[in-house]
């Protein structure tokens, strides 16, 4: 059974500050990966999807890398701004079905 | 686009009701689903559907039903509601294997 765990479970950092978070999944036969961000009472909404082909994504100040033989990927923000505060989840989908698999979560707050 | 929207926003029942979560999607895509997040155990999969008439179960099926008899709307139905089914609960769609698009969530408590 697919499992995906996101380090740390919580961040906090001044503004300004290039930060990564983690997140990392046990098995390796996953078709893609994506990046959510949660406001606090509200939905997902996606940043990046990576497929299993791919080694990274970017959009804007976000990029996202994956590393399938390791299973591990990490979302990079730069220049980290009060407006990123936020959860931000990861979730695979594996090759045998449809499902999602999602990490915890890390929850971001970034300091003015 | 709409994108995907849920109703109602907010629900309280007693234990025992039965009520419908709405959800429908405007970007014709084969691939609906149904997750619920509760406190400490993230987004868990209920249900999904990859296409009309075609549902299975997820991770946590039970005491929900679903049913999937036009490609936009995707319903999940709870039979007998229960203290253990108050979550948030989110609707999601895709194209079968590309990014997917969330809801805003309902919100229940069961009483």
């Known amino acids: 059974k697919q499992e995906v765990t996101q380090i740390p479970a919580a961040l906090s950092v001044p503004e300004g500050e290039n930060l990564v978070l983690n997140c990392s999944f046990t098995?390796?036969?996953?078709?893609?990966l994506q990046w959510f961000r949660q406001d606090p009472g509200k939905g997902l909404t996606s940043l990046l999807l990576i497929q299993s082909s791919q080694r990274e994504q970017t959009s804007g100040r976000l990029n996202a890398s994956l590393d399938k033989s390791s299973g591990r990927s990490t979302l990079y923000i730069a220049a980290s701004q009060p407006g990123d505060s936020a959860t931000y989840l990861c979730?695979?989908?594996?090759?045998?079905?449809?499902?999602?698999?999602f990490g915890g979560g890390t929850r971001l707050m970034v300091k003015p | 686009n709409a994108g995907v929207t849920q109703t109602p926003k907010f629900q309280v029942l007693k234990t025992g009701q039965s009520m419908t979560l709405q959800c429908a999607q405007d970007?014709?895509?084969?691939?609906m689903s149904w997750y619920r997040q509760d406190p400490g155990m993230g987004l868990r999969l209920i249900h999904y559907?990859?296409?009309?008439?075609?549902?299975d179960q997820g991770e946590v099926p039970n005491g929900y039903n679903v049913s999937r008899s036009t490609t936009e709307d995707f319903p999940l139905r709870l039979l007998s509601a229960a203290p253990s089914q108050t979550s948030v609960y989110f609707c999601a769609s895709s194209s079968t294997y590309d990014t997917q698009y969330f809801g805003p969530g309902t919100r229940l408590t069961v009483l």
């Open positions: 970007m014709n895509h084969e691939y």
């Open positions: 559907s990859v296409g009309a008439g075609i549902t």
């Open positions: 979730a695979v989908k594996n090759n045998a079905g449809n499902m999602l698999t």
């Open positions: 098995d390796s036969a996953i078709y893609n």
